[in-house]
């Protein structure tokens, strides 16, 4: 017993003589309070850095001693996932849903038949009026996709998409919509698609993280945080936020006076303390420590090259619209994404607000594709001309769709029943369409494509049975498709 104490003892002050003078402490410190978990980020260790897999690293659920079978469960053609999330819900009539019997009957009645009994945010006891835009769409490539012309860089680029225009979702408000779009449940606590899929299948990166998030874009419709938690999954899936300019993280330097050889010496003199400590109380969260002190460790090696681009050719900066420094951009962060994939990071996600229109959605979605279609484009095509676009699955879309129907006369309200989103690359059938919805733009009128069967073939190209994938906690197996979700075989390759 007074042996216990006097280790215990021994164990804080070491911590408090040490640990506020070490950058990569301090690191590791912000690392876990972006969760609001400061021992979270790491409950596993890993015996294989780039194999993962349940079947050779995790437990199924905290403590159970049980290994659940090794992921992946099927050859994949998805390695890692680049999602470019418009956050507010971007109006598929002004982006890849072209209908001309809206602008045929602009400003007339909707047929109440299509109406009746839906819930909407905003327009439920309003006059329900056809709204047409007038932004003018193009059939491009050989598989004649219709593309809006505010996006001129992705027209091009229409034969690598597969463009789904039936998307459905449960909510019909900003919060619980993302969080719905995001872990398959509307509540907030679920984990993140980027946390089941570090879970699922490791980390393919020893000195980044597994699940980055970068945002830009204007003030507007706040994001949860909720989006990219890795709920009641261990803290090591966490979505880590890294900044789009200046260094996209804090306290990457040493402290002065500080070497890089004193600062390994003493986080392994933590480490090993550490590890005293969890073998005399098998505390998981003592892993997360060890995890999270060395990777905050190699970041600051790995980061700052990173966000270095003066390697870049200047024919790729020009491709993304960027010089050598990220500025904060959305090009800038698509260009740190390709970065990011190259270097093994399993899920990055581009979170790009101001897609919320409810008054002038014209000029608001041509003043938000000028800002992203630039992005967009360069990363598919740099991510093709340099081999990975056949592995690396990217995916364009929102929370929810917008209404057929005028708010105030120049916006859409949220809809739950119809919506677009696109991707590539990965296994996907590039030059499709899936989905057609009715003459109106409503609702689905032939494959509505549900968020739980998006998260379902998302999971399937990256190698997972999406009812494979699960976690035992309070007693249930929780995945992320929830009871639902089927794979929709007609957008893969």
């Given at each position: 017993?007074?042996?216990?104490?006097?280790?215990?003892?021994?164990?804080?002050h070491?911590?408090?003589?040490?640990?506020?003078?070490?950058?990569?402490?301090?690191?590791?410190?912000?690392?876990?309070?972006?969760?609001?978990?400061?021992?979270?980020?790491?409950?596993?260790?890993?015996?294989?850095?780039?194999?993962?897999?349940i079947?050779?690293?995790?437990?199924?659920?905290?403590?159970?001693?049980?290994?659940?079978?090794?992921?992946?469960?099927?050859?994949?053609?998805?390695?890692?996932?680049?999602?470019?999330?418009m956050?507010?819900?971007?109006?598929?009539?002004?982006?890849?849903?072209?209908?001309?019997?809206?602008?045929?009957?602009?400003?007339?009645?909707?047929?109440?038949?299509?109406?009746?009994?839906?819930?909407?945010?905003?327009?439920?006891?309003?006059a329900?009026?056809?709204f047409?835009?007038?932004?003018?769409?193009?059939k491009?490539?050989?598989?004649?996709?219709a593309?809006?012309?505010?996006?001129?860089?992705?027209?091009?680029?229409?034969?690598?998409?597969?463009?789904?225009?039936?998307?459905?979702?449960?909510?019909?408000?900003?919060?619980?919509?993302?969080?719905?779009?995001?872990?398959?449940?509307?509540?907030?606590?679920?984990?993140?698609?980027?946390?089941?899929?570090?879970?699922?299948?490791?980390?393919?990166?020893?000195?980044?993280?597994?699940?980055?998030?970068?945002?830009?874009?204007?003030?507007?419709?706040p994001?949860?945080?909720?989006?990219?938690?890795?709920?009641?999954?261990p803290?090591?899936?966490?979505?880590?936020?890294?900044?789009?300019?200046?260094?996209p993280?804090?306290?990457?330097?040493?402290?002065?006076?500080?070497?890089?050889s004193?600062?390994r010496?003493?986080?392994?003199?933590?480490?090993?303390?550490?590890?005293?400590?969890?073998?005399?109380?098998?505390?998981?969260?003592?892993?997360?420590?060890?995890?999270?002190y060395?990777?905050?460790?190699?970041?600051?090696?790995?980061?700052?090259?990173?966000?270095?681009?003066?390697?870049?050719?200047?024919?790729?900066?020009?491709?993304?619209?960027?010089a050598?420094?990220?500025?904060?951009?959305?090009?800038?962060?698509?260009?740190?994404?390709?970065?990011?994939?190259?270097?093994?990071?399993?899920?990055?996600?581009?979170?790009?607000?101001?897609?919320?229109?409810?008054?002038g959605?014209?000029?608001?979605?041509?003043?938000?594709a000028?800002?992203?279609?630039?992005?967009?484009?360069?990363l598919?095509?740099d991510?093709?001309?340099?081999?990975?676009?056949?592995?690396?699955?990217?995916?364009?879309?929102?929370?929810?769709?917008r209404?057929?129907?005028?708010?105030?006369?120049?916006?859409?309200?949220?809809?739950?029943?119809?919506?677009?989103?696109?991707?590539?690359?990965?296994g996907?059938?590039?030059?499709?369409?899936?989905g057609?919805?009715?003459?109106?733009?409503?609702?689905?009128?032939?494959?509505?494509?549900?968020?739980?069967?998006?998260?379902?073939?998302?999971?399937?190209?990256?190698?997972?049975?999406?009812?494979?994938?699960?976690?035992?906690?309070?007693?249930?197996?929780?995945?992320?498709?929830?009871?639902?979700?089927?794979?929709?075989?007609?957008?893969?390759?």
């Open positions: 017993m007074h042996r216990r104490i006097a280790l215990d003892v021994t164990r804080r070491f911590f408090s003589r040490t640990a506020h003078g070490i950058g990569g402490a301090a690191l590791a410190g912000l690392l876990g309070s972006l969760n609001g978990q400061s021992d979270a980020w790491a409950a596993e260790t890993t015996t294989s850095g780039a194999s993962g897999g079947g050779s690293r995790d437990s199924i659920g905290s403590g159970s001693g049980q290994t659940g079978p090794g992921f992946p469960n099927h050859p994949p053609t998805a390695k890692r996932v680049i999602y470019l999330y956050s507010g819900g971007p109006s598929q009539f002004e982006t890849f849903d072209d209908k001309p019997m809206l602008r045929e009957l602009n400003g007339k009645p909707i047929p109440k038949s299509l109406t009746a009994g839906v819930k909407l945010a905003f327009l439920q006891y309003e329900l009026k056809c047409g835009t007038d932004v003018g769409f193009k491009c490539g050989q598989s004649g996709q593309i809006s012309n505010l996006l001129p860089n992705l027209q091009p680029l229409a034969d690598e998409l597969c463009v789904v225009r039936t998307l459905q979702t449960d909510q019909v408000n900003h919060d619980p919509a993302h969080t719905f779009m995001n872990t398959g449940f509307s509540l907030a606590g679920r984990p993140s698609m980027g946390s089941w899929l570090s879970y699922g299948l490791g980390s393919e990166s020893a000195n980044l993280p597994d699940f980055v998030v970068m945002r830009s874009g204007p003030l507007g419709q994001i949860p945080t909720t989006a990219w938690h890795n709920g009641f999954l803290g090591k899936h966490q979505g880590v936020e890294f900044y789009g300019s200046q260094q993280l804090n306290y990457l330097g040493s402290p002065a006076g500080v070497s890089q004193t600062q010496q003493t986080i392994d003199s933590i480490q090993a303390i550490n590890r005293l400590h969890h073998a005399r109380t098998d505390d998981p969260e003592i892993t997360t420590r060890i995890n999270q060395e990777l905050a460790f190699q970041m600051q090696t790995s980061v700052p090259e990173l966000a270095d681009f003066s390697s870049e050719s200047a024919e790729t900066q020009s491709l993304y619209g960027v050598g420094k990220p500025d904060g951009s959305f090009g800038s962060n698509c260009l740190m994404a390709r970065r990011m994939a190259e270097r093994g990071v399993r899920f990055i996600q581009l979170y790009h607000t101001g897609w919320d229109h409810h008054s959605v014209v000029k608001g979605v041509t003043d938000r000028k800002e992203v279609d630039q992005g967009c484009a360069a598919i095509a991510l093709k001309q340099r081999g990975m676009l056949e592995d690396t699955l990217v995916i364009w879309g929102g929370e929810f769709g209404t057929p129907m005028s708010q105030g006369g120049s916006g859409r309200d949220h809809h739950t029943k119809s919506g677009s989103l696109w991707m590539a690359g990965g996907v059938r590039a030059g499709s369409s899936y057609e919805t009715d003459d109106f733009g409503f609702t689905a009128a032939v494959d509505p494509f549900h968020v739980h069967d998006f998260h379902a073939t998302v999971l399937h190209m990256l190698g997972i049975n999406h009812k494979k994938l699960t976690y035992r906690y309070k007693g249930f197996n929780f995945r992320l498709t929830n009871v639902h979700g089927h794979v929709i075989q007609e957008v893969l390759a």
